[in-house]
């Protein structure tokens, strides 16, 4: 539970964020393996707290940061769209981190997959959950379920009308495959009505979700994660209706 | 799709006593209202598989294959950090990098350690 904390010097009251205040089987389970395979000499110490640190430092923010600016700038998207590893740089992120040549999961090469407005991407890895890393962060749980990760390679526009994207039959649909040579993320439209916004006003729009190719930006839109709103009718499956696959580009 | 992984979906006796679904981050984070949509000990997990794979010592695509069929199989109802966690050990064991015998020990003096804190 909460804790209140009052300073010595008779300043406010500071209430401390709550905490799971007991201890389970899965944190000392974790503590105990990884304890273990230091002593086996699978890794060392110093190893796992340079990952653990690398990993509290990413986030879709830095990949928010590459779309806006490739937005507002079109030498630095050519860039991109020319070596993403080496454009990263230009916004501080450094695919070698943090052991200097990556990491196993972070194949060193990226490609920008730039969306048109009769064309959209999205990315999945069939095989396992091939994500980049560096500039998203770590993957949703969603996107690292077998679900996902064979249905959108079959029945690619009902999946994307799951997560509220409808796309209108005019716009072509790739889906791509990320494996472990390649990463892939996508550059969404610039949506209309955003021409004259600053560089830190549009990475605000452009959401992580965005950038896998589950949703487009538009202004206001500034999270993935927002207030259900009630179904105007009920929305029916074609998959379940037996309709067939219209796309299957991997 | 993946291929068959080299661990058996079977179940492993010490990991079935430890699959206690009152105790997931999904059930104590609202009862403590924390609001962290991992544990804490999610990053150290993440990066622990990052260290294996460096390694060499288990191979990240190894790991994600084995993970897929464990959680498609013998940890199918547990919530996903949990899960990741116990596919993660299960595979381990399989594997022989660590042995139950060693982790029986030393969960036990780990959980000492915390709790005497």
Same mark, same amino acid.
């Given at each position: 539970?909460?804790?209140?904390?009052?300073?010595?010097?008779?300043?406010?009251?500071?209430?401390?964020?709550p905490?799971?205040?007991?201890?389970?089987?899965?944190?000392?389970?974790?503590?105990?393996?990884?304890?273990?395979?230091?002593?086996?000499?699978?890794?060392?110490?110093?190893?796992?707290?340079?990952?653990?640190?690398?990993?509290?430092s990413?986030?879709?923010?830095?990949?928010?940061?590459?779309?806006?600016?490739?937005?507002?700038?079109?030498?630095?998207?050519?860039?991109?769209?020319?070596?993403?590893?080496?454009?990263?740089?230009?916004?501080?992120?450094?695919?070698?981190?943090?052991?200097?040549?990556?990491?196993?999961?972070?194949?060193?090469?990226?490609?920008?997959?730039e969306?048109?407005?009769?064309?959209?991407?999205?990315?999945?890895?069939?095989?396992?959950?091939?994500?980049?890393?560096p500039?998203?962060?770590?993957?949703?749980?969603?996107?690292?379920?077998?679900?996902?990760?064979?249905r959108?390679?079959?029945?690619?526009?009902?999946?994307?009308?799951?997560?509220?994207?409808?796309?209108?039959?005019?716009?072509?649909l790739?889906?791509e495959?990320?494996?472990?040579?390649?990463?892939?993320?996508?550059?969404?439209?610039?949506?209309?009505?955003?021409?004259?916004?600053?560089?830190?006003?549009?990475?605000?729009?452009?959401?992580r979700?965005?950038?896998?190719?589950v949703?487009?930006?538009?202004?206001?839109?500034?999270?993935?994660?927002?207030?259900?709103?009630?179904?105007?009718?009920?929305?029916?499956s074609?998959?379940?209706?037996?309709?067939?696959?219209?796309?299957?580009?991997? | 799709?993946?291929?068959?992984?080299?661990?058996?979906?079977?179940?492993i006796a010490?990991?079935?006593?430890?699959?206690n679904?009152?105790?997931?981050?999904?059930?104590?984070?609202?009862?403590?209202?924390?609001?962290?949509?991992?544990?804490?000990?999610?990053?150290?997990?993440?990066?622990?598989?990052?260290?294996?794979a460096?390694?060499? +010592? *288990?191979?990240?695509?190894?790991?994600? &294959?084995?993970?897929?069929?464990?959680? =498609?199989? #013998?940890y %199918?109802?547990?919530?996903?950090?949990?899960?990741?966690?116990? +596919? *993660?050990?299960?595979?381990m064991?399989? &594997?022989?990098?660590?042995?139950?015998t =060693?982790? #029986?020990? %030393?969960?036990?003096?780990?959980?000492?350690?915390?709790?005497? +804190?």
């Amino acid at each position: 539970m909460s804790h209140t904390h009052k300073p010595g010097d008779g300043g406010a009251e500071r209430h401390a964020a709550p905490m799971v205040e007991e201890i389970t089987d899965f944190e000392v389970l974790e503590i105990a393996v990884r304890e273990l395979a230091i002593e086996h000499g699978l890794f060392t110490a110093e190893d796992h707290r340079r990952f653990t640190e690398w990993t509290e430092s990413i986030g879709p923010a830095a990949g928010s940061r590459l779309v806006a600016k490739a937005w507002i700038d079109p030498a630095f998207k050519a860039r991109v769209m020319e070596d993403a590893v080496r454009a990263c740089k230009e916004i501080g992120i450094d695919w070698a981190e943090p052991t200097g040549f990556g990491t196993p999961s972070d194949y060193m090469n990226l490609r920008v997959l730039e969306d048109t407005p009769t064309l959209h991407h999205v990315i999945v890895c069939t095989l396992c959950s091939c994500y980049p890393r560096p500039l998203l962060g770590m993957s949703p749980e969603w996107y690292r379920t077998t679900n996902y990760r064979r249905r959108l390679v079959r029945w690619p526009r009902q999946v994307l009308a799951e997560f509220g994207l409808i796309l209108p039959p005019e716009v072509e649909l790739r889906v791509e495959d990320s494996n472990q040579k390649c990463r892939f993320m996508v550059l969404p439209v610039q949506p209309e009505g955003t021409e004259n916004w600053t560089e830190q006003q549009l990475a605000q729009i452009v959401t992580r979700d965005c950038m896998i190719g589950v949703a487009l930006p538009r202004p206001g839109r500034t999270a993935d994660i927002h207030p259900v709103q009630k179904a105007r009718r009920p929305v029916q499956s074609s998959e379940h209706s037996g309709e067939p696959a219209h796309e299957h580009d991997k | 799709m993946s291929t068959t992984s080299d661990v058996e979906p079977v179940r492993i006796a010490l990991l079935e006593a430890l699959r206690n679904m009152e105790k997931t981050w999904e059930v104590l984070a609202p009862r403590y209202g924390v609001t962290n949509p991992n544990p804490p000990w999610k990053t150290s997990l993440t990066a622990m598989c990052d260290c294996l794979a460096a390694s060499g +010592a *288990l191979p990240a695509l190894d790991r994600r &294959r084995a993970e897929d069929e464990l959680a =498609d199989s #013998v940890y %199918r109802e547990v919530p996903a950090p949990e899960r990741q966690l116990l +596919a *993660l050990v299960h595979i381990m064991l399989s &594997r022989g990098l660590v042995s139950e015998t =060693d982790l #029986v020990g %030393r969960m036990r003096a780990v959980r000492s350690r915390l709790e005497s +804190a």
